[in-house]
């Protein structure tokens, strides 16, 4: 096992993922190439549907947020496992819709749903929006009433915890841009609002406390912090609570330091905390939403380069450069994610070299990594970098004109591809 249970080296000495030799499949596919593995991404979004229904009761749900990994197919996947999802732009609606995702199990979120938007979502029947401002609500209410119906609506709120420092501070996180804080007020007010609309029907409230969380305290704050609040909200307008999202956000495991989650018990705990803070506050236990993206995803995935040359600078550093970069994977440089690289064709040997991978952009910050424990490379080597599947595929874009990879599916010893590359024709169709 080389981090994650689904890979592994073969006799050869190559890195297998689900038991396929990613050799292989560089040399079939080509590179840079998204590998995921589907029975992991399958077996994760049982662990949480059990867990959730097992620990809050058979109508809780999780909706997979679907910014982490958006193709036709991913949704195809988590309409037949039964899971709900988070989407966030038209874009993400018009994929879903086109997998034929059930649209009652769509919750629509954003900061900013322009009116189009939100024509889209009611169009398409979507079952849940998730409201983050009072402008919001109020054009949301107008098309509705424009439309004859009635939308059903969760309340973005704040609950004002900072989760890197793992304590509930009632100040913190107020200044988000996204939702309505408790502490300021702005919460009652805009709950106050949703209940006087005809266009809206108010179920609940959201909350999404941040990502990459590896402790349940930022959850517990969060829970118990919400759960006063719908006592509060009941208590100054008699408004009973039927849906809480608790957003997503536990944490994937990139490097050997990163601890293993068990989202299964993570999902136990959080479960245990909210029903002792429901019982505690005196409410109705409502049904629960859960909404984790990375964690459903970012393991299963890997993305496979070509090493196109190693440079020592002696007293230094190394380069390895690979034949992809930021346009398919920006986390480090947008905020300097660590991950594992290795080299595939030599994935036995020991990690014994040191290097910063470098990316094919004219940017000095096109960088994987810098200083990772990696095995000797040389050019025509492939290199893989792990813990791939989230919020790489869905922020790549085209700098420098370079073509988007494919996302190739492995499942039982088969590959297909889930996303075509992109070839330059793709680059220009929309120039004129
Ligand atoms: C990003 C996001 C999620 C998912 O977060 P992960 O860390 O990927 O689990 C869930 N809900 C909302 C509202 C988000 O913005």
């Known amino acids: 096992m080389i981090l994650h249970s689904h890979l592994d080296t073969n006799e050869q000495g190559h890195l297998t993922i689900g038991g396929m030799d990613t050799v292989e499949l ?17 077996a994760n979004f049982r662990t949480y549907l059990t867990a959730a229904r097992t620990h809050f009761g058979e109508n809780a749900l999780p909706a997979f947020a679907s910014k982490a990994l958006c193709f036709t197919e991913i949704y195809r996947i988590a309409a037949e496992e ?31 749903k322009t009116d189009a938007d939100l024509r889209q979502a009611l169009d398409m029947g979507v079952g849940t929006i998730v409201v983050d401002n009072t402008d919001e609500l109020k054009a949301l209410d107008a098309i509705a009433q424009e439309l004859g119906r009635v939308q ?42 949703a209940l006087s609309l005809p266009g809206v029907h108010l179920a609940g409230f959201h ?29 100054e307008t008699g408004f009973v609570t039927e849906e809480l999202n608790l957003g997503g956000g536990l944490g994937v495991r ?39 993206g990375r964690s459903l995803v970012a393991a299963a995935g890997i993305t496979l380069y070509t090493v196109g040359s190693v440079k020592e600078i002696p007293g230094f550093k190394n380069y390895i450069s690979v034949d ?77 004109r370079l073509p988007r990879p494919p996302v190739v599916m492995i499942k039982e010893g088969a590959a297909r591809v889930v996303v075509r ?8 169709r929309n120039d004129l």
Request: with cysteine; hydrophobic share 40%.
């Open 152 to 193: 059903r609506i969760l309340l973005r709120i704040t609950p004002g915890i900072d989760p890197h420092t793992h304590r509930a501070i009632s100040t913190g996180n107020v200044d988000s841009k996204f939702g309505n804080a408790i502490v300021t007020g702005g919460a009652m007010t805009i709950t106050k609002m």
């Open 26 to 42: 560089a040399r079939e596919f080509g590179t840079p190439a998204y590998v995921m593995d589907e029975s992991v991404v399958r």
């Open 421 to 428: 590359r992109e070839s330059f024709e793709d680059l220009v």
């Open 207 to 235: 909350c999404h406390v941040g990502s990459q969380i590896f402790e349940i305290s930022p959850f517990r704050d969060a829970a118990d912090i919400m759960v006063r609040y719908l006592a509060d909200v009941k208590r």
């Open 324 to 400: 992809g970069g930021m346009p398919d994977n920006p986390r480090y440089a947008l905020y300097q994610s660590e991950y594992t690289a290795l080299i595939a064709n030599r994935a036995a040997e020991p990690a014994d070299y040191r290097a910063t991978v470098a990316g094919r952009c004219c940017e000095s910050g096109d960088l994987i990594g810098e200083d990772m424990p990696i095995q000797h490379a040389q050019r025509g080597d492939i290199l893989a970098v792990l813990s791939t599947g989230a919020y790489n595929y869905s922020m790549a874009s085209n700098y420098n």
């Open 254 to 292: 990139y490097t050997e330091h990163d601890a293993h989650v068990d989202y299964a018990k993570s999902i136990a705990d959080i479960a245990t905390v909210v029903r002792e803070k429901v019982r505690a506050a005196d409410i109705k236990m409502p049904r629960v939403i859960l909404e984790p």
């Open 82 to 112: 039964g899971l709900g999802i988070d989407c966030v732009s038209g874009g993400e609606l018009y994929t879903a819709k086109r997998a034929g995702f059930p649209a009652e199990r769509i919750y629509f979120h954003g900061n900013n």
